[in-house]
């Protein structure tokens, strides 16, 4: 897609996402903030006699419209920048929220240009698929789709939620080595995180203190994510710097450390590093440090969210199942629930499409189970009510949600529409493959299972039987009621107005069930009904994996997604 730039002129920040659209029987969504950090590669030389002075601008999509979110500081002569800039954005689990950034070469006081000269490069996402794979690495384009030479960008995601989730920390300096000539050092810490390939992330750069060689830095708070990935043996990299307003700072030391290890300054007790300068080691026989660095206070609070859970690695495994009972009317006439228009698809397709496309982000495959329930099917034409729709008894996934569309309008000539409409088979079914996920004793597969019907339920006590030991699983059940049909004794499944029973009376667990009528949004946008069934999900995960339990597997390795480039 050619990448258009030049939206970035000065603009008010927008808000983080569309206003939802109104939805009564979902609550307000849960929401999270979501930390984006930004390096880039092998940028373009735009200045003569320097190299590029690179700023990054943060876009998000509203309404049709790139509006202009935050901003990154100036990097000087750099053409390798890793920018300290956190952006924050609201995420909602159940939206398609657009990003774009865009780099640009700033030219001092004048700031950033919006000129073709002092365009860098730009890239397009969403908020869903960097917190999914957590890193995304792609390639930055100039205007008309051209390629910004080798330049790449790199954006890793990590979760802020208030002040849960946060280790703050409060970091001092004593007897720091003097680098300058007529003053004092102007020294500045910064911590880095060792991966597991060796590469070094940045966590966090402290202010310059001027004219300082006992420097108190402010505190500062940094997600536990971002800190330590969950391990709090992993190695972090101290470094201190004397700045250099041209960008050339001079080194004074590093200490390595752990979070383990920083744990003891908790309460009145304090943690000491030297602060060593490896060459001076080597060269000076009486070598002792180059100051030391006193971690003076820490404090931590761990609370488990929706995104500690996705960004450990937990995949959303999205499963259709379609309606073909006769009530849909013949797909050869204009007025079934059923018939494909070339030009306008049904409200079958329409649901599936809204819905899938929010899930397909969580899913790394890709693959989605696409299941039929109330027809006759092939060869012998028996009624069958958990038939994949792909005709494959061994494997019901189809390739994207364009695959289980083109499943979907393949299927119709070949099964006879029937009934009734049971669709406890459906949830049994896929119960089974959440109960095998449970027994791993991990948070590594939800279930999320979508539910298109034209009626009321026929087998409606063992579908409540089958709900109610659904909700000890990890999965949510999304019904879409549609066309025109009275769906009053489908409200009894959601349990926005009591718990729901099985019909000895035992209570669910958890309320996983939501069920909407689709002639509820036939006016509003193609992502209002998405906004209104998923809402509810990151609670219903959390709730589960809660009482579980199972804590957030420590973050997975970035997973390749051919659409997105390959992570670094």
Known sequence: MPFAHGAAGPQAPAGMGDVPEPCPQAPLAVLSKVELRVSCKHLLDRDTLNKSDPCVLLLMQSQGQWMEVDRSEV?????????????????YFEEVQKLRFEVYDSHGQAGVGTHDDDFLGGMECTVGQIVAQKRVTKPLFLKYGKFAGKSTITIISEEISGNNGYVELAFRAK??????????SDPFLEIYRIDDDRSEQLVYRTEV?????SPIWEPFKVSLNSLCS????????????????RGKHDFIGEFFTTFEEMQKAMGENKVQWDCMNPKYKIKKRNYKNSG???????????VYSFL?????????????????????????????LHYINPYQPNEYLKALVAVGEICQDYDSDKKFSALGFGARIPPKYEVSHDFAINFNPDNDECEGIQGVVESYQSCLPKIQLYGPTNVAPII??????????????????????????????????????????????????IIVGVGNADFTDMQILDGDDGVLRSPKGEPVLRDIVQFVPFREFKNASPTALAKCVLAEVPKQVVEYYSYKAFPPRCPRPPTPDPSLGSPQ
């Not at 007897?175 to 004092?184: E, R, T």
């Not at 992993?234 to 470094?239: A, D, I, M």
């Not at 030391?292 to 761990?302: A, E, G, P, Q, T």
């Not at 960004?311 to 999205?318: K, P």
């Open 308 to 336: 500690d859970y996705i960004m450990g690695g937990c995949q959303i495994h999205f499963t259709v199942a379609i309606d073909f009972t006769a009530s849909n009317g013949d797909p050869r006439n204009s007025c079934s």
């Open 209 to 213: 203190v001027k004219n300082n060689l």
């Open 175 to 184: 007897k720091l080595d003097d680098k300058d000539l007529f003053s004092k």
């Open 75 to 91: 990097i000087k002569s750099n053409l390798n920048p890793v920018f300290a800039k956190i952006f924050t954005v609201d995420y």
């Open 428 to 477: 049994s079914k896929v119960a089974r493959v959440a109960a095998d996920e449970e027994r791993t004793k991990e948070a590594s597969q939800y279930f999320i299972l979508l539910i298109l019907t034209d009626g009321v339920v026929t087998d409606m006590a063992d579908t409540r039987e089958a709900i109610v030991r659904a909700s000890y699983l990890p999965m949510s059940i």
């Open 230 to 245: 969950c391990e709090e043996k992993r190695k972090l990299r101290c470094v201190v710097w004397d700045y250099d307003s």
């Open 292 to 302: 030391v660095v006193v971690l003076l206070d820490l404090k931590i609070h761990r």
